[in-house]
């Protein structure tokens, strides 16, 4: 594997280039979900900004919200793929040159904020009643998140016998044992 990379492998740039059903997924929910209806409905309630920080833009926020609940990702989740992963940052409209990514505690207060004031099940009946009004229907899907955590090499219940979810993957020269989630 050689260090340097190619201008292939800067998007905009690429001849080769295939685009994949997250990408049609993503320009689908953005030309369908009626974001300026959602962020008037949520900005009375979004907190304003005084002398400190500036708060996030409500609808980047709002389309995080989104990714979270179309893709699973937890909060922690959410945070990374936004540093990993092109696509999620261009649908949420971050440019990391100038914008600052949410951490995941900015992300939790937002979904607290929407859960306080009952906004997600507003949210949510808006836009599926927008999809049924253009014929589309959004299934939920699943993703899983495995974590690897260290633990011994022989993992025992009381029962001295081993837990079927346990699998011990191996990663590089050392021994994890993964749960699925």
Request: glycine share 0%; net charge positive.
């Given at each position: 594997m050689s260090g340097q990379i190619t201008f292939a492998e800067e998007p905009s740039l690429s001849r080769r280039r295939k685009q994949t059903k997250r990408e049609r997924f993503l320009a689908e929910m953005d030309a369908?979900?009626?974001w300026?209806?959602?962020v008037a409905l949520i900005e009375p309630h979004y907190p304003k900004g005084g002398s400190g920080r500036?708060?996030?833009?409500?609808?980047?926020?709002l389309r995080i919200h989104?990714?979270?609940?179309?893709?699973g990702y937890s909060d922690p989740g959410m945070e990374e793929a936004l540093y990993e992963v092109p696509l999620l940052r261009q649908f949420v409209g971050i440019d990391l040159g100038r914008?600052?990514?949410p951490d995941e505690t900015t992300i939790l207060k937002f979904r607290r904020l929407l859960e306080r004031h009952a906004l997600a099940q507003a949210i949510f009946a808006e836009v599926q009643s927008v999809l049924q009004e253009k014929g589309l229907l959004l299934q939920e899907g699943k993703t899983v998140d495995a974590t690897l955590i260290h633990a011994p090499s022989s993992t025992k219940n009381r029962d001295r016998k081993r837990d079927p979810e346990m699998s011990p993957p191996r990663h590089a020269s050392e021994s994890f044992s993964a749960i699925k989630l």
């Open positions: 369908v979900v009626p300026a209806r959602l500036k708060p996030m833009p409500l609808e980047r926020m989104f990714l979270q609940q179309w893709f914008d600052f990514v």
